[in-house]
C-alpha cells in the first residue's frame, strides 16, 4: 500500500487556530497611451488616451470617453486587477532655437566680432533675427541692412574685409544673368562671400502656406514687387504686409531650402 500523503498546512492558520489571510500583491502598470483596461465597476473597456497622478482616461472602441481617478487596484489589465501608475517622464531633450540649433542657456551675448552680414533692407534683416537670431549672439555677429546694391563694390570696398574682419552678403534674386549675380561677381574675395537666393524678394523666400495663401502672386515686370503683391491678395500697403509676413514666421521650417542654406553659409563664414 503507497504510504499515506498529507497536506502541508503550515503557515495557513494561526497559533490562535484562525486562517491566516494572505494579500496577493497587485501589480502597477504604467497608464501609458494605447494601453487597454477595463473599469470593473462600471464594465467601461478602453484604451488610455491621457493619465496623470489623479485621473485616467480611457476611449473605448467607440469613440467614447470618460475619466476615472487613479486608484490601488482600480482597474483591470487582461482579467486581472491591477494599479494603474502615471508613467515617468522622459527627460527632455535639448532646446532648439528657432533655427534648429541647440539653444544656449544662460550665456550672455558674446562681444560684436568685427565680421558683418549685410542684408538688402529692414525686412531681410528682420526675418534673419526672427530665425537666426539666437545663433547671431551666441556668435557675436551683427546683421546690418545695406538698404540697396547700387554701390556694393564702394561699399565692400569701404568695410574693409580681412582675415579678422570677414563680410558676408545676402541678396535677393542671385540667378545667373542678373544685375545682383554680377555685383557678386565683383566683390567676391577670400575675405567676402556673397550668397543668396532666387526670389525677387525676400518675403517670397517664406512658404506660400505660412502666410495662409496657396502661391505667391506673378507680379507684372515693372511693378514694385511688394506692392504688387499687397494689391494682388488686398493686404494694403506694404508696411501692412510685411507684419504679415514677417509675423507669421516662427521657424526656419516656415522658410524656403535655398535661403536657410544661404544664411547657414555665411554665419559659418563670419565665424570661422
Known amino acids: 500500500m503507497a504510504p499515506a500523503e498529507f497536506a502541508d498546512y503550515r503557515g495557513v492558520f494561526r497559533a490562535d487556530g484562525t486562517r491566516n489571510r494572505v494579500r496577493r500583491r497587485v501589480p502597477e502598470v504604467p497608464a501609458e497611451v494605447g494601453l487597454v483596461v477595463e473599469d470593473p465597476g462600471s464594465g467601461f473597456c478602453g484604451a488610455v488616451v491621457a493619465a496623470d497622478v489623479r485621473q485616467v482616461t480611457l476611449e473605448d472602441r467607440h469613440g467614447r470617453r470618460r475619466v476615472f481617478p487613479l486608484r490601488p487596484a482600480a482597474f483591470l489589465f487582461e482579467g486581472a486587477p491591477a494599479t494603474l501608475v502615471p508613467v515617468a517622464a522622459k527627460p527632455a531633450g535639448p532646446v532648439r532655437s528657432a533655427s534648429g540649433s541647440v539653444k544656449v542657456t544662460d550665456h550672455t551675448a558674446r562681444v560684436a566680432r568685427a565680421a558683418r552680414i549685410w542684408v538688402e533692407g529692414l525686412h531681410d534683416a528682420e526675418l ?15 546683421v546690418e541692412p545695406m538698404h540697396g546694391m547700387d554701390d556694393l563694390s564702394g561699399a565692400v570696398a569701404g568695410f574693409g574685409p580681412a582675415p579678422q574682419r570677414r563680410l558676408g552678403v545676402l541678396v535677393d534674386h542671385l540667378v545667373e544673368g542678373s544685375k545682383e549675380t554680377r555685383a557678386a561677381a565683383a566683390v567676391a574675395g577670400p575675405h567676402v562671400l556673397v550668397t543668396g537666393h532666387p526670389y525677387v524678394d525676400v518675403w517670397e523666400a517664406v512658404k506660400p502656406s505660412v502666410v495662409g495663401i496657396r502661391a505667391w502672386p506673378r507680379v507684372p ?5 511688394k506692392a504688387g503683391v499687397c494689391a494682388a491678395l488686398g493686404w494694403g500697403e506694404p508696411a501692412d504686409g510685411a507684419r504679415r509676413v514677417l509675423g507669421a514666421v516662427r521657424s526656419f521650417r516656415d522658410l524656403e531650402t535655398p535661403l536657410i542654406g544661404a544664411v547657414e553659409r555665411l554665419i559659418d563664414f563670419v565665424t570661422e
Open 128 to 142: 534673419v533675427e526672427r530665425v537666426w537670431g539666437h545663433d547671431l549672439r551666441v556668435e557675436g555677429v551683427v
Open 221 to 225: 515686370r515693372g511693378t514694385d514687387w
